[in-house]
């Protein structure tokens, strides 16, 4: 599971919730609608929901990206839940996910519990990586830790990046309507220059460095930073390879 560190979050990866906010406009979110917001992280995308006049739930598996919504914005419920086990009693008019499903293995039970959340004619509107995702970030990994400790990175990777069919088959199988799914490749911007990829390693790749002290990260980083340079640093920035899908699926 990674661990979050959820002021570098916010600090260095803001990205993640102003790219949120176009999902929020195919949410297109209704005075007195309840909506879950599931994976919320700090919460910026469940407050801008709220403006709405919605009533949001924000969910998020990891304690301090919990704990760091709770503080931002207190007028707003916020809970701790795991969308692979998360069990809610109450029905909403749509859930609402962004860059938060790739975290989620189990996709069958995860659409289950989804499913379960949402009212009948209710909408599941999300955006998540999709296939080929980060691949060049992840080819790097894999060299990296396979070249100089004989690791399979791939018994370590956290993420899942379906593509449309996969999903779509998935939500269909579950009694959704698919009414809308788009796959699209949306380069990514790393703040912070040169430092840029080494930020976003230590917010959302920690799983495959597990074990290994500051020193022999520091060096698995470098030797990472060098050999995908070539593909993702252009005019003194990274690029992250990121490939989207956006979902909306009726119940
Ligand atoms: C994403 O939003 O696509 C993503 C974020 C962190 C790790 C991998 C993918």
């Given at each position: 599971?990674?661990s ?5 979050y ?14 929020i ?14 994976g ?13 006049g919605?009533?949001?739930?924000g ?12 503080s ?11 969308g ?7 029905k909403?008019?749509?859930v ?34 999709g ?12 060299s990296?830790?396979y ?21 779509t ?5 579950h ?12 380069p ?6 040169e ?8 917010s959302?790749?920690?799983d495959?460095?597990?074990?290994f ?17 070539p ?5 003194g920035?990274w690029v ?12």
């Amino acid at each position: 599971m990674n661990s979050w560190n959820a002021n570098l979050y916010d600090d260095k990866q803001h990205f993640v919730s102003n790219f949120g906010k176009e999902l929020i406009e195919l949410l297109n979110p209704q005075a007195g609608e309840k909506i879950l917001d599931l994976g919320c992280g700090t919460g910026d995308l469940a407050n801008d929901i709220f403006q709405f006049g919605s009533e949001i739930v924000g969910v998020d598996s990891s304690q301090e990206m919990i704990q760091q919504a709770r503080s931002k914005y207190p007028f707003i419920s916020f809970l701790i839940q795991d969308g692979e086990t998360f069990i809610t009693h109450d029905k909403y008019d749509a859930v609402f996910s962004n860059a938060a499903i790739h975290w989620m293995k189990q996709t069958s039970k995860v659409v289950e519990n989804i499913s379960h959340a949402i009212k009948p004619g209710g909408r599941f509107v999300a955006e998540f990586g999709g296939k080929y995702n980060v691949e060049t970030i992840i080819k790097g990994i894999s060299s990296v830790l396979y070249g100089e400790f004989g690791i399979d990175a791939s018994s370590r990777n956290p993420w899942y990046f379906p593509s449309v069919g996969e999903y779509t088959t998935v939500l269909e199988e579950h009694g959704f309507k698919v009414r809308y799914a788009q796959y699209y490749d949306r380069p990514t911007l790393l703040v912070d220059q040169e430092k840029g990829l080494n930020h976003w390693l230590d917010s959302f790749a920690t799983d495959f460095f597990v074990g290994f002290n500051e020193e022999q990260q520091l060096h698995l980083y470098r030797l990472i930073n060098e050999k995908i340079k070539p593909q993702l640093f252009h005019q003194g920035s990274w690029v992250a390879d990121y490939k989207r899908i956006r979902i909306i699926a009726e119940k």
